[in-house]
């Protein structure tokens, strides 16, 4: 006997866990796209180099509750 595949329900297929969210460089003033691991929580706090002008920004990460990611930017 043939086993059936099981269709896989809207339920059991995972979300994608990366976003995107821009921030304006305090140094340069240039917008960076970030991507954002919603993996990792509601509230995220690190510290990355802009990729223009490579000062140190302490990123400060919100997701809200539809999953939209907000990034805020402040010299490290």
Not at 1 to 14: G, L, N, P, T
Not at 23 to 40: F, M, N, R, T
Request: charged fraction near 35%; aromatic fraction near 2%.
């Amino acid at each position: 006997m043939a086993r059936k595949k099981r269709r896989e329900s809207a339920r059991s297929r995972r979300p994608s866990v990366d976003a995107e969210a821009t921030y304006v460089c305090e140094s340069c003033g240039e917008e960076i796209v970030v991507p954002v691991d919603v993996s990792a929580g509601a509230h995220q706090d690190y510290v990355e180099d802009c990729p223009v002008c490579c000062h140190p920004m302490r990123l400060h990460v919100d997701l809200d509750d539809d999953g939209e990611a907000h990034v805020a930017g402040e010299h490290e």
